[in-house]
């Protein structure tokens, strides 16, 4: 299975051009990490036409102590979501002096190709 998406730039996250000055196009793998990152990155709720996606970051991790557990499950489960997904693991700690929290994604895609991503 091949995917391909806008490749987004790392700095600011936006749409970017190639070299020619065409929209820049990202191909597996890392087109499939940059989508589980974007689909992470979703509120509960932020997604207009299917309300389901995304983290409930504000209803049960943001200002709460969700535990790494459901940090993890809730972050491979949306990863899984994307049909070219096969498996995901997601690792996450918590500093206790700073309380940020960070972690890393192994994904495996439908070519069987691991990724990893941290956060």
Known sequence: MITKSFQLDTDEWDIRLDSSGNMAIASNPYAVSQDVACSCSTFLGEAWYDTTLG????ERILGHWPGTQLINTKMATEAK??????????????????????????ITDANKNQSTIQF
């Open 81 to 106: 979501k994307l049909p070219y997904v096969q498996s995901a693991f997601c690792t996450t700690t918590v500093g206790k002096n700073t309380r940020a929290v960070s972690g890393v994604m192994t």
């Open 55 to 58: 983290i409930p970051y504000y």
